[in-house]
Structure formats: structure tokens, C-alpha cells
């Protein structure tokens, strides 16, 4: 990858993209021969929102390249607590790292970071903007069950906070990808990512029916409501439990379905078909560890 920071997946070409993916299928395939790759480099954990998988993938990425991570630790045990701003902190951080994870509940924080620091951001959610290296690894997961050329894909759920969508959304249009919009007219996609993805030549549709497009997909994407992100509780509870998938939703689709979802789930798929051959929703989320590994690698190569 040709670039110092991953902030936006606007930035992504498809071959930056393909980079990373094919090696990150090197590294699932032979993972010993990475393990020293990055010996005696740092990773900074920077989270000031929660988080589980995008922190222990990368922390474990990390380690697995022989490298190690320092952590922050939770906004309530840093010194953010007592007022430090986010460019101070950067400032300091770089110090200890080579190179920086960031979670921040602002959008653009990833990109005002990165104007303080040369150490590479990798940015990893500002609110309800950006989640590229999420995008890394539904690419990833999307290239191995459905492929990513001539792909029909639903994207379900909240659509206007939803960080992963906007980013996925935009690398999906470096691939001939056909993409369905499946929202509450109140959760529709924010109009300046419709507005980059008409940019972009993307072949958009927006519906508020799954059943419109069920039967054409190969790849439904479904995500949780971000209830932390409405500024009021009621409008939340309006569209809370709307979109929720199950066995009987699933039998107007195509037996070749590939489910997923960024998770954390709250109510959006039935447990019921975690067991079929639909579900790939956990094996995305360890896709995290093989994907973080390349993008850390690339990040990181020495002749940057
Ligand atoms: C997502 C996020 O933080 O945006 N989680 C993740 O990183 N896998 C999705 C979500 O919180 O709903």
C-alpha cells in the first residue's frame, strides 16, 4: 500500500485492496511464515469506544507478527480523563508506537490525528463515519464464499450511522458489485456517501423491503441499530426490531446466501441460523486476525 494512514476507504484502489487480501490468504495459509515479520515493532491501541473484536483482532495480528501492542486502556483510565486533547494525546502516543489504531466517537478524528503524526493511524470507527480496516475483512470474507466480481449484495439495517456500511459501500465500487439498500426511510444512507458512491459509478438501488431483493442477492449484510448514535432515545425505539432475519426469511433466498454482519448483534439475526450454511458471520470476524495482519505488514513495510 502506497499510503501513510488507512483513514477512509475512500482512499482504496483495488489494487491496494487485492494486496492486502491475497496476503492476507498467504498468511491463513502458512501463518509461521510471518511470525517473526514485524519482531520488535509496537502497535498503539488507541479506544475511546468500546470494542472487541477490532481490539483484540489487531492486538492479536500484532503478536502473531512477532510484534507487540501497548494500550491506552479505557478513556476512563487515561489521562483523557483529566482533559488531555486527542492531538496531545496522538503527540504523545507516537512516541510509543510505530504505529496507531484509533477508535473515537467523532467523525474525522482519524483524519485530525493524523495531521499531528507521521506514525501510521489506522483508523478504527469515528462515529459514524469511517471503518476501513472492517471493509478489509468483509472484502476478504465476501471474496471467499461469493467472489467479488459480478456480486449482487444487500446492505440491511441503519444505513446513516453505520460506519462499516459507508466504508464498504465505497471499495464494493471498485468491484463490479450491485448494491441494495435496505433501510427505514429514516436510517437511508447519508447523502454524501450516496453522493461519493454516485461519484464513483456505483450501481446503487435503495428499498425499504428486503423481499424486493432477497431473492437476487449473494451477499446480505446485515447491521445492528447504533443506538448510541441517535440523539433521541424515541426515535431509536421507532426503528428498533425492524429488519430482523430469520429461518422463515430466509426461504425466499438463494441457497448460496452468505450472511454477515461487522457484529456486535443485538436482535437483527435469530440465533436459529447461526447453524446454517448461511452464517459467516463468525468467520468474518476471526477473518480480522489474517486481514489486520497483511494491512499491519503493509503498513509497516521498511521500504516506505
Ligand atoms: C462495528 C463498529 O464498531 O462500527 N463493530 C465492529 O467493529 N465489528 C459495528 C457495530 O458496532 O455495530
Do not use: W
Amino acid at each position: 500500500m502506497r499510503h501513510d494512514h488507512l483513514i477512509s476507504a475512500n482512499q482504496l484502489t483495488r489494487e491496494d485492496i487485492e494486496a492486502v487480501l491475497d496476503r492476507a490468504a498467504d498468511i491463513a495459509d502458512d501463518p509461521a511464515a510471518f511470525r517473526e515479520r514485524r519482531a520488535g515493532s509496537v502497535l498503539a491501541l488507541c479506544f475511546f469506544e468500546p470494542s472487541t473484536r477490532t481490539k483484540m483482532s489487531f492486538d492479536t495480528a500484532m503478536k502473531r507478527l512477532g510484534g507487540d501492542t501497548t494500550d491506552m486502556g479505557s478513556v476512563e483510565s487515561s489521562s483523557v480523563k483529566k482533559g488531555e486533547s486527542l492531538a496531545d494525546t496522538i503527540r504523545v502516543i507516537e512516541g510509543y508506537g510505530d504505529a496507531i489504531v484509533l477508535r473515537h466517537p467523532s467523525e474525522g478524528a482519524a483524519k485530525m490525528a493524523a495531521e499531528f503524526t507521521d506514525v501510521p493511524i489506522v483508523n478504527a470507527g469515528d462515529g459514524a463515519g469511517q471503518h476501513p480496516s472492517q471493509t478489509l475483512l468483509d472484502l476478504f470474507t465476501i471474496r471467499e464464499n461469493a467472489g467479488l466480481d459480478d456480486l449482487t449484495i444487500g446492505i440491511m439495517g441503519d444505513l446513516k450511522y453505520g460506519r462499516t456500511v459507508h466504508s464498504l459501500s465505497m471499495a464494493l465500487t471498485n468491484f463490479d458489485a450491485r448494491q441494495h439498500f435496505i433501510s427505514p426511510e429514516s436510517l437511508r444512507l447519508p447523502r454524501g456517501v450516496r453522493f461519493d458512491l454516485h461519484e464513483a459509478g456505483a450501481q446503487v438501488r435503495e428499498h425499504t423491503e428486503l423481499e424486493e431483493v432477497l431473492g437476487d442477492l449473494d451477499v446480505l449484510y446485515v447491521t445492528r441499530i447504533q443506538r448510541e448514535r441517535f440523539p433521541d432515545e424515541n426515535e431509536y425505539h421507532k426503528v428498533a426490531g425492524e429488519y430482523q432475519i430469520d429461518l422463515d426469511t430466509l426461504e425466499a433466498a438463494s441457497d448460496d446466501l452468505t450472511v454477515m454482519h461487522p457484529l456486535p448483534r443485538v436482535d437483527e439475526i435469530a440465533p436459529e441460523i447461526d447453524d446454517t450454511t448461511h452464517a459467516k458471520y463468525f468467520e468474518q470476524a476471526h477473518n480480522g486476525v489474517p486481514v489486520r495482519m497483511a494491512l499491519l505488514d503493509a503498513l509497516l513495510e521498511d521500504d516506505r
